[in-house]
């Protein structure tokens, strides 16, 4: 079965550094890999997918994930963080048996400090 | 372009007690999925719905939760009765068709079972 790992509970970083948010995956055939961002009291928003062609995969509000397949990684990242950014993160991978539904890693919160 | 509406956004109901959730998904959006997501944990798919079919319902309880997408459009979630452990956030989302990377959320329903 597909599944991602997200193995940080929780990601603290400073304003104006860089960040990186960790996800592994596990998958049979090529992985189609997606990251959202959920903040308080509000739903799951798209920021990035992967499906072919280049590793690096940019997203929105200025977020990229780097695709690994050597070490099946899907970190993602951001240059230079915002207080805004401070929210839940969740990787996901399409499972390509049954109905391609997403399998959702079990979050990460980032923390970014002013 | 609206987004995924859903109502209530809140309820609290006794164990044994039922409960129904509305949700509204994007203008022409084929595909509708409901999720639960229980607090720590990444949304896992209860449904999918393809126009007012059903393509998957692997991992819903059957015995107590039903859903149904009348013209394709709406759709109501119920739980009866309910448990202590479906305390959750339940999200809607909807594609434009099932083959659609991008899954569009609404705020979610806060459910808790006392």
């Known amino acids: 079965a597909q599944s991602v790992a997200q193995p940080e509970d929780q990601v603290n970083v400073a304003e104006g550094n860089p960040l990186t948010v960790k996800c592994t995956y596990s998958?049979?055939?090529?992985?189609?890999l997606f990251w959202y961002v959920q903040y308080p009291n509000r739903g799951l928003q798209f920021l990035l997918k992967?499906?072919?062609?280049?590793?690096l995969v940019k997203g929105s509000y200025g977020f990229e994930a780097e695709f690994n397949k050597s070490q099946t990684s899907f970190h993602l990242k951001k240059p230079s963080a915002l207080v805004s950014d401070s929210a839940l993160y969740f990787c996901?991978?399409?499972?390509?048996?049954?109905?391609?539904?997403?399998?959702f890693g079990t979050g990460t919160r980032l923390l970014v400090s002013p | 372009e609206a987004g995924v509406a859903q109502s209530p956004r809140y309820k609290i109901i006794e164990k044994r007690q039922s409960v129904a959730f509305w949700c509204n998904p994007i203008?022409?959006?084929?595909?509708l999925y409901w999720y639960q997501q229980i607090l720590g944990q990444g949304p896992k798919l209860l449904i999918q719905?393809?126009?007012?079919?059903?393509?998957?319902d692997s991992q819903l309880p059957k015995d107590r939760f039903s859903a149904e997408r009348l013209k394709g459009v709406d759709s109501t979630l119920k739980i009866q009765p309910a448990k202590l452990e479906d305390s959750a956030v339940y999200l809607c989302?909807?594609?434009?068709?099932?083959?659609?990377?991008?899954?569009?959320f609404g705020p979610g329903t806060r459910l808790t079972v006392t």
């Open positions: 989302a909807s594609s434009l068709d099932g083959s659609s990377y991008e899954q569009y």
């Open positions: 998958v049979s055939g090529n992985p189609y």
């Open positions: 996901a991978v399409r499972d390509h048996t049954g109905f391609q539904k997403l399998v």
């Open positions: 992967y499906i072919t062609g280049d590793n």
């Open positions: 719905f393809q126009n007012n079919g059903v393509v998957d």
């Open positions: 203008s022409g959006h084929a595909t």
